[in-house]
């Protein structure tokens, strides 16, 4: 593959970060990666892996002569970290962050946007529930999702920034913030903040029942223990900047569930059946749109 | 491995009881393996595929002469069914079920069962979304709990039917009527409860958001669709059988779910994150009780 920005800084240096920074090596996406973290022990790790071809003690240092600067930090320092950069992005360079959530950070990054700098939204729908700069592989974003947010940037820019991230792997898709964030909180935050509550119950009844709840954790609690062991700074950023979406979606959520939970109280087996029959057919559209194995134990290997 | 019981008949003909043929067979476990299934279609099918040696056109013909009698019938039906093969038991035999509640499963069986017979309660902790007599596989129990609810029966009895799980490939573990239905509440029903709650919300979104949810799912909600494919008829006998433990845990739940919803409102990030960490360390417990995977993208390959 051929280079598409011949220099890119990568400020913030975890998952998301070392995983692009492998997969551009592994592509020749990128000329030169200058990588910067706020903690001194992330820039010394990173320096011992490699996946950054320059690493630099100031963020500042780190855009320079960029012309890519991916700004993959937890959503809530975007802010700071845009007003820290500006004055030293050249001229016609693009910024682009890897958030989970658009308006809170076009809020955030576009008061401190020098005009003749470009910026676009991206959020690569994929992860793991580990982090920081050891986390990060080369085939994370392989054939998953990167939802585009533009906005008002120039198509040119835009059309760039989508070729960057085919060429890590990723599809891509353009969607507008508001929706973005509504559609985020549907398939990730709630179930997120929905795992992390069911987790966290379990975790205080774990001191009735001792280790049982672990044990026997492969009846369908290990998913949740999965997804609620993602990194907290990441998640708490999401929920304070994604509220009004995530409060909608749960107001939704606790109403289904009061109707269900009223149903048990009143033994109203036929409202629990159809239900239970409805959300089959959610789960068959996933299978046959190529989202998921459909393999016996889950597809995943026995343990 | 040699013969445990040297007829076993199987009643429903489900994944639990298919893949215990298959594991049977596999082992050498049974000399015989007789089956009935309540529908036509299920016994053809199992004609068929022939993990059964002989499909019975009645419950009563498949327990005669039985040694082992397995009720692998959703729960609510466990009460008519012993009502029907009552009579026809070997004196001597043992009837053990599958199911995931235990006090309802006792309390429909004990007015049945011949005082020359023994009954002890089993739940295998394995499944898979799917469900019917192709459904089943010989691997489903290697390495999995089956818990062991022996109540007043006898030692040696219950010492047989741990035997016989162990050479299906599993665990197995004792346990007391009234905990095993609180342990299960939390490590799988209420999961299994909110699971399907979170694909009906998103279900009646779809509505709105065309198949965004669906084509995006794998940034968390993918998890919640494989649980929520369960079989309906299954979990609702769940439900409305082990109607106080869930209920029990659904209210802690909602209590813990509004403490963070009113935290996101508000605006509480320390709260978050506190809760956030917390449940970090339950994850932990579970790879390193090795229930599962520590591999990146959750160990699953990629699609």
């Known amino acids: ?17 070392g995983s692009m920074a492998w997969a551009m090596k592994r592509n020749g996406v990128a000329g030169t990666i200058s990588g910067f973290a706020q ?10 892996l490699g996946f950054c071809d320059i690493v630099c003690d100031s963020a500042l240092d780190a855009v320079k002569d960029a012309d890519l600067i991916v700004l993959a930090v937890p959503v809530g320092a975007i802010g700071a970290v845009m007003k820290d950069i500006a004055k030293g992005l050249k001229p016609g360079a ?13 809020n955030a990054v576009m ?26 592989f080369a085939e994370l974003f392989d054939n998953r999702w990167c939802l585009i947010v533009p906005d008002k940037a120039d198509p040119q820019v835009v059309a760039r920034v989508e070729e960057y991230w085919h ?14 964030d509504r559609v985020c909180a549907v398939v990730s935050h709630i179930p997120h903040l929905i795992a992390y509550t069911m987790v966290g119950v379990a975790d205080d009844l774990r001191k009735v029942t001792d280790s049982e709840v672990i044990k026997y954790s492969a009846a369908g609690f290990r998913d949740f223990t999965r997804i609620a062991a993602s990194d ?24 289904e569930l009061f109707a269900l939970q009223r149903a048990i109280r009143k033994g109203d087996g036929d409202h629990l059946f159809d239900y239970f029959t409805r959300t089959r057919a959610v789960r068959r559209g996933i299978i046959e749109a190529g989202q998921d194995t459909d393999a016996p134990n889950f597809g995943r290997s026995k343990t």
């Open 167 to 180: 060429a890590l792997g990723s599809m891509t898709d353009q969607m507008d913030i508001d929706h973005h």
């Open 39 to 48: 903690s001194q022990a992330s820039r010394d790790v990173t320096r011992d």
């Open 232 to 255: 907290p700074t990441m998640w708490r950023d999401v929920f304070m900047t994604n509220k009004d979406a995530t409060l909608e979606i749960l107001g939704r959520f606790t109403e």
């Open 111 to 136: 008061p401190h946007l020098p005009s003749d700098v470009h910026f676009v939204g991206t959020h690569p729908m994929a992860g793991t529930e580990h982090s920081g700069p050891k986390s990060g």
């Open 94 to 106: 693009t910024v682009i962050d890897v958030g989970s959530v658009k308006r809170d950070v076009f």
């Open 1 to 17: 593959m051929s280079i598409i920005y011949d220099r890119v800084a990568l400020i913030g240096l975890g998952l998301i970060a």
